[in-house]
């Protein structure tokens, strides 16, 4: 009888111990991957916009929910001053091999436009960006100045202190850096800066990551002409996705 319990005491013992031994042993394989789920998607979502279209829409509507103050729907934006190439369409060009580049790097890509004849305002291309829960908002612009010696290239971000989405900043300000340095990498550009305003209705809008990027001065008459190639062209879009992978630690 004595020996019976003895032998039946050490199978229990050996059935919980090979239980505990399994379980360890799935927890070690699942946990660091539900971990790791969480730190990193299997895609991300980028919305892209061209600055600017066809025709610029002078109506009026408020600079961010529920302000006072308004701004055109969409200005005109610049002109190349040898080129003559008009602003907006640049904006394209470059956004259309940003969204090639960043598929092509496994990205889910949302375009706010691809052709230059449309009419959507600001405010509108930032809720396209926030229907489709972007994890980055991309506004591609070229920058225009009454003195033509000012080069250069620059990102924008919202203030830490703005006051429809200040919470966005650290990760604005995050994607505002990388993007600048994926750029300024890549082309070897070194006159750049990141600008912090509350004065962009598409910024101010938005409810996800954003940031506009001035690519350069389409005023000055030699970054004019360098926008203008196509070897330079696929720089920047490559350099504005190598920052996103960055943003993203891919
Ligand atoms: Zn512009």
Redesign the pocket.
């Known amino acids: 009888m004595e020996e019976k319990q003895k032998k039946s005491n050490g199978k229990t013992i050996l059935c919980v111990a090979v239980v505990l031994i399994l379980l360890a042993a799935v927890a070690a394989i699942l946990v660091p991957k539900l971990l790791n789920k969480e730190e990193q998607k299997d895609t991300y979502v980028v919305a892209i916009d061209a600055?600017?279209q066809a025709h610029a829409n002078h109506d009026q509507e408020p600079v961010g929910p529920g302000a006072d103050k308004m701004k055109d729907k969409v200005?005109s934006?610049?002109t190349g001053v040898s080129t003559g190439t008009p602003?907006y369409e640049l904006?394209l060009i470059v956004a259309l091999k940003l969204q090639k580049e960043l598929e092509s790097r496994g990205y889910t890509v949302i375009m706010v436009r691809t052709t230059n004849d449309v009419d959507i305002s600001n405010a509108e291309r930032a809720e396209m960006a926030n229907n489709a829960n972007a994890d980055a908002f991309i506004r591609i612009?070229?920058?225009?100045s009454e003195d033509s010696t000012v080069t250069g290239m620059m990102t924008i971000c919202q203030t830490k202190k703005n006051k429809y989405n200040g919470k966005l900043y650290k990760k604005s300000r995050a994607l505002a850096d990388c993007v600048l340095n994926g750029m300024v990498d890549i082309t070897g550009n070194p006159k750049s800066k990141v600008w912090e305003t509350d004065t962009m209705s598409g910024i101010n809008w938005a409810k996800v990551p954003t940031i506009?990027v001035?690519m350069g001065y389409m005023t000055n008459p030699e970054e004019d002409e360098l926008m203008a190639t196509e070897e330079y062209r696929d720089k920047l879009a490559k350099g504005m996705a190598d920052g996103l992978d960055s943003f993203f630690k891919k």
């Open positions: 600055g600017h200005s934006g610049t602003e904006n612009h070229a920058d225009g506009i001035e």
